[in-house]
């Protein structure tokens, strides 16, 4: 089975940090775009950054710009979002996915396998 395996999340103090991990299992990532995405309650789900196979190519809200970083590590075979300066309307279920294209895109269409999700919670 194809699978995108997610942990990391948690309930976090505003101005805290958090790193999520997405691991794939079953197939490798190297050659995939990978996209982190999150759902709040009440809110339609919203791209919040990718990265291309090669890695050279990144892509982030505008609200998370400067805040947040993607990055992979081919021989873990596992991509993470680095979350720091959190805030509470970062609060969201968040969830990893990749596609088989070749650059970076918030089209939630595009991504072929997505992980289970994790929660992040961030309390004033």
């Known amino acids: 089975q194809l699978q995108l395996v997610e942990s990391g999340g948690d309930t976090v103090q505003s101005g805290g940090s958090l790193r999520l991990s997405c691991a794939a299992v079953?197939?490798?990532?190297?050659?995939?775009?990978v996209g982190w995405f999150r759902q709040a309650p009440g809110k339609e789900r919203e791209g919040v950054s990718c990265i291309s196979g090669s890695g050279g190519t990144t892509t982030y809200v505008g609200s998370v710009d400067g805040r947040f970083t993607i990055s992979r590590d081919y021989a873990k075979n596992t991509v993470y979002l680095q979350m720091n300066l959190l805030k509470p309307e970062d609060t969201a279920g968040y969830y990893c996915?990749?596609?088989?294209?070749?650059?970076?895109?918030?089209?939630?269409?595009?991504?072929?396998?997505w992980s289970q999700g994790t929660q992040v919670t961030v309390f004033s």
């Open positions: 079953g197939f490798t990532l190297d050659l995939y775009t």
């Open positions: 996915a990749a596609s088989s294209g070749s650059s970076c895109t918030f089209i939630g269409s595009e991504y072929g396998f």
